[in-house]
């Protein structure tokens, strides 16, 4: 069995990207407090807010990790959706209260048919229920009141989606999109071309950027290792910017860089790296015009000094 964490004056420092199989009926939040408790953790969050309802692959990270997360923020992300036609809700998902049932005479052939107009590039209105901010204020404190607010449509990207079984009225999806994606308003969205209406009555993510779920360990799993196996879990915070171009530095470039210099580099391409000082993951930096100056470094510098004040 696990041990019991620590008192917090017992935080330690802890680096690395945690794969975590959420639960349903947890926050995200609540998620992230209870994996940080567990690991003493001084700094952690999380890269990709799940609603309760929703289960699957919430990437934690710790530390100097968390420096890097924008990148899982910013990928595109996997799921298994139920959708259940013929219900509309409140909140568009199974938390809400029911506002209409429909009767549901339809095909799959019916359902293949509306599909490919939620492919590819599509606006999408939030969900009342969003936790974007208008003047402030959560959408979702809006709908608790009972007030309506405009909802801007957002364009974002539906790059898969596949029906992988039917069985009125409930049929699971496949899908890949992008950031931004709220796959409730998608299920709402189907369900209103289908002219019966629908809710998403589960929801499970099962990859983001380049993890997948087969990575991931679940609350309980955790909770029954010692520190020691719950560290060997972590995975280096380089993993995050792994989709980056590499460039490996030596010497006094190495140590300019790891100090916030930028350097002189005409060999470079214009874009965004992952830079290695000596062997050892620095940071990021953007290539631009020639040179190459740092954008995201780790706390922990090379203990090298500069070629040119060796005497």
Known sequence: MGKTPGRASELRRVDGV???????????????????????????GH?????????????ICFGEATKFAQALLDADKSYAALVCLGTTTTTGDAEGGVLEHRAVALSQHDVERVLPAFT?????????????????????EYARRGVEIPRRPREVEVHELELRS???PDLELAIR????????ALAEDIGAALGCGAHLAAL??????????GGAITLPALEDLTEA?????????DVLVDALPR??????????FASGQALARPDLADGQLRVYADGAFTGVGTAAGGALRPRRLVSDRPSLRPVEAVE
Not at 204 to 213: D, I, Q
């Open 18 to 44: 945690l794969l975590l199989d959420k639960p349903g009926g947890l926050t995200s939040n609540a998620a992230l407090q209870r994996v940080k408790r567990l690991y003493r953790a001084q700094r952690a």
């Open 47 to 59: 890269t990709g807010t799940l609603d309760p309802l929703a289960t699957g692959l919430l990437p």
């Open 120 to 140: 590819g590039r599509i606006e999408q209105v939030p969900p009342r229920h969003a936790a974007l901010r208008h003047e402030g204020r959560r959408y979702y």
């Open 166 to 168: 039917w069985q009125a």
């Open 177 to 184: 999109c992008s950031k931004g994606t709220y796959i409730r």
């Open 204 to 213: 499970r993510r099962t990859a983001t950027g380049g993890f997948a779920l």
């Open 229 to 237: 196996e719950r560290d060997a879990l972590l995975r280096p915070a």
């Open 247 to 256: 460039l490996d530095l030596e010497g006094p470039e190495a140590w300019r």
